[in-house]
């Protein structure tokens, strides 16, 4: 599968998310506490938008009756059409898991100099001169 650079990662604040779009398909990366987590944009429920999503965290029971504890905060993603939820870091349905799930894509932080021999690529297109024209610098 190949690599594509799709911004800084300066650009992405931990708790934000951004929407990309790679070979046509749009991708919503998401940062939690400095670590990249790729997800598909697209419930797998009807098609929601992911990207306008709501995250949330989980409510866990206490150690004793009526105690709770909250967790995971931020690492949940709550489709905003009806609700189904997706963990950020696995992509994994919070009601079955084993059998839903939005696609996740692997993100890494490169630096810059790393990107100059690749594996990554650009796409091209063929480019013809038709005419000569000139130009004048004033």
């Known amino acids: 599968?190949?690599?594509?650079?799709v911004a800084p990662a300066s650009e992405l604040?931990?708790?934000e998310r951004l929407v990309?779009?790679?070979n046509g398909r749009k991708i919503v990366i998401f940062n939690l506490g400095g670590e990249f987590f790729g997800l598909f944009?697209?419930?797998?429920?009807q098609g929601g938008d992911l990207c306008a999503g709501r995250t949330?965290?989980?409510?866990e029971a206490g150690d004793e009756p009526g105690s709770y504890r909250y967790s995971r905060r931020g690492e949940?993603?709550?489709c905003p059409w009806h609700g189904w939820e997706f963990d950020i870091r696995t992509g994994k349905s919070r009601c079955?898991?084993?059998r839903i799930r939005v696609r996740s894509y692997p993100v890494e932080v490169r630096q810059g100099a790393d990107l100059f021999d690749g594996p990554y690529v650009?796409?091209?297109?063929?480019v013809t001169v038709e005419e000569d024209y000139l130009v004048v610098e004033a």
């Open 1 to 5: 599968m190949a690599k594509h650079v």
């Open 13 to 15: 604040s931990p708790g």
């Open 20 to 22: 990309t779009e790679v």
């Open 41 to 45: 944009n697209r419930c797998p429920h």
């Open 56 to 59: 949330t965290g989980l409510v």
């Open 76 to 78: 949940i993603l709550r």
């Open 96 to 98: 079955e898991p084993d």
């Open 122 to 126: 650009a796409e091209t297109v063929p």
